[in-house]
């Protein structure tokens, strides 16, 4: 079972840390990725992370303002958003898979409930 939180209103140009809470006790061998979802849109790829926090992967929109980091002690994966922007404005679902840093929704088995954030200009 996951938990996204951290979602919230922020102006643009500031920064909001989301974080995915697994209660699996095997949470450390999964790849987590972030993915968002516009109203009336398909999820889009975030950012995603491998089980060991090594490797990562970024979505075009986001690389160099987002980061994706895990802490397997606490069954938490973060998602650092700085330089937000109005279009970064979306539901933000992170989910498990399997170990490597994938962008595929397919690869992923598990999903959170999603945090909103709002970006405004």
């Known amino acids: 079972q996951l938990q996204a939180s951290g979602g919230g209103p922020v102006r643009a140009g500031g920064s909001l840390r989301l974080s995915c809470t697994g209660s699996?006790?095997?949470?450390?061998?999964?790849?987590i990725a972030w993915f968002r979802q516009y109203p009336g849109l398909e999820r889009d790829f975030v950012a995603s992370?491998?089980?060991?926090?090594?490797?990562?992967d970024y979505d075009d929109s986001v690389k160099g303002r987002f980061t994706i980091s895990r802490d397997n002690a606490k069954n938490t994966v973060y998602l650092q958003m700085n330089s937000l922007k109005p279009e970064d404005t979306a539901v933000y679902y992170c989910a498990a898979g399997r170990s490597s840093a994938y962008r595929q929704q397919q690869m992923y088995d598990y999903w959170g409930q999603g945090t909103l954030v709002t970006v405004s200009s």
């Open positions: 699996a006790r095997s949470f450390g061998a999964y790849g």
């Open positions: 992370v491998g089980w060991s926090g090594e490797s990562t």
